[in-house]
Nanobody, 127 residues
Framework: VQLQASGGGLVQAGGSLRLACSAS????????MGWFRRAPGKEREFLAA???????TYTNPAKGRFTISRDNAKNTMYLQMNSLKPEDTAVYYC??????????????????????WGQGTQVTVSS
């Protein structure tokens, strides 16, 4: 599957952005997909995932502010980000796994095992 992330940009603190991840080669309803980010000088960070059967999960940086969703008709996954902070500045990556097996899905919902990565989109939040 090929993933194309878009929607990044420059926003003021407190603002919102919606990232999109379009998939080609597979339908998003058959994929477990997620979002990671990497800030300058920091480790890569898992943010959220949506399973092939529609379950969602968030890590602490995303809880309460970010919402992951998908539009099957557009074959696209989204990350709605609200109340953005300067510390949200990072390159954001969308990811996916092809397997719908229970173990692979469980690992992916925990941020592990992703074997398909998009190219990243830059998000910059100014103070």
């Amino acid at each position: 599957v090929q993933l194309q992330a878009s929607g990044g940009g420059l926003v003021q603190a407190g603002g919102s952005l919606r990232l999109a991840c379009s998939a080609s080669g597979h339908t998003v309803s058959t994929l477990t997909m997620g979002w990671f980010r990497r800030a300058p000088g920091k480790e890569r960070e898992f943010l959220a995932a949506i399973s092939w059967n529609g379950r969602t999960t968030y890590t602490n940086p995303a809880k309460g502010r970010f919402t992951i969703s998908r539009d099957n008709a557009k074959n696209t996954m989204y990350l709605q980000m609200n109340s953005l902070k300067p510390e949200d500045t990072a390159v954001y990556y969308c990811v996916a796994i092809l397997s719908t097996g229970s173990l692979a899905t469980a690992q992916a919902m925990g941020g592990k095992g992703y074997d398909n990565w998009g190219q990243g989109t830059q998000v910059t939040v100014s103070s």
